[in-house]
């Protein structure tokens, strides 16, 4: 559907895949005004096509589009809207196991002008495409480095909504940690070059003697949902679950003294991955003997679970498309 001034967003329409007519000097294309989530649709064993808490999918992309200027989506409308695409669209949901059908909302600025202001017209899309098993390989622990050149997002920045921009800033390191063989990069605050924040797609999570920590949410990464829905699952379980600021020397000093158990990612493509190594400067953590840890193999069991409708998860997270 289309943003016009003065209109407000209007005509939903349904097409198929194919290019995007866009003025050259679109404002997204130079200004970098465009914002977007990630999400997926799962198949049960028993043919209901499921989504996994899409309405934080919805109330992300708004708190993205406040930060960008961008006027809010109606976001019960998205929802509904995305729900019926879906059931159209059934056929492309996979059948084979942990296959699932990605979607893309995003929302662009496509007002041509050449000159920094937010634009006065916008196209919110959404695109669907079928998506593999991610772990083809079975849950393999990742080896990722603690970022020491380059800074992703810093507070009052906009490290918090989802923007081509913050990733636009984070692949030279990405491309760097890529030539040394590492998954992805652990970035630290923009200031102190202590703090833990997250790594490229993925919120962080680290198992330090009986706690859970991960890094409290303070504007510059992202709030994901992933993240939130495993701090509830924990802390449903009765586990100590902390969200502070964790400096990076902390958690070397839980590795040296045994005390460093699990780290894993969170997020919608990985669900939960496993960190087996973190390597920090000269100092090279191995964690976990090249296993999962309890922690991680029960959250991944119990959010896949939920996700592909074989457990009953907390209310409302589970969003029945169709049959
Ligand atoms: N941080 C970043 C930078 C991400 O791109 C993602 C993936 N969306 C996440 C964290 C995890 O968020 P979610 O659990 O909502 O997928």
Not at 74 to 84: I, N, P, S, V
Not at 194 to 200: L, P, Q, S, T, W
Not at 259 to 279: N, R, W
């Amino acid at each position: 559907m289309e943003y016009t001034e003065g209109r407000g967003w209007h005509d939903p329409v349904i097409k198929p895949y194919g290019p995007l007519p866009l003025d050259p000097s679109a404002m997204c294309l130079h200004y970098g005004q465009e914002v977007f989530e990630g999400m997926k649709a799962y198949r049960a064993a028993d043919g209901r096509i499921l989504l996994f808490r899409p309405e934080e999918n919805f109330k992300r992309l708004n708190t993205s589009c406040e930060r960008l200027c961008i006027p809010k989506v109606d976001e019960a409308f998205c929802l509904k809207a995305l729900e019926q695409l879906v059931e159209i669209e059934r056929d492309w949901v996979p059948h084979i196991p942990d296959a699932s059908l990605y979607i893309r909302p995003f929302i662009i600025a496509t007002e041509g002008k050449l000159g920094v202001h937010a634009s006065n017209s916008y196209y919110y899309v959404v695109v669907l495409s079928p998506s593999g098993p991610y772990y083809a390989a079975g849950l393999d622990p990742v080896k990722i480095y603690v970022e020491k050149s380059y800074v992703r997002a810093v507070r009052g920045g906009m490290g918090f909504a989802k923007t081509g921009g913050n990733y636009a800033a984070s692949l030279k390191a990405q491309e760097e940690a890529s030539e040394q063989k590492y998954a992805q990069v652990l970035w630290l605050d923009g200031v102190e070059r202590r703090y833990i924040e997250e790594v490229g797609a993925m919120n962080i999570f680290f198992v330090i003697g009986d706690e859970v920590v991960t890094p409290a949410l303070q504007g510059s990464i992202l709030p994901g949902i992933t993240r939130k829905s495993a701090l509830e699952l924990m802390a449903s379980w009765g586990l100590t679950v902390s969200e502070r600021r964790l400096a990076i020397d902390e958690v070397a000093e839980a590795y040296d003294k045994g005390l460093l158990k699990e780290c894993f990612g969170t997020g919608t493509a990985a669900v939960v991955s496993p960190v087996g190594e973190l390597k920090w400067g000269d100092k090279v953590m191995e964690i976990g003997g090249g296993q999962i840890g309890p922690v991680s193999q029960r959250l991944y069991d119990t959010l896949t679970g939920i996700q592909w409708g074989k457990v009953e998860g907390p209310a409302g997270w589970s969003v029945e498309v169709c049959k």
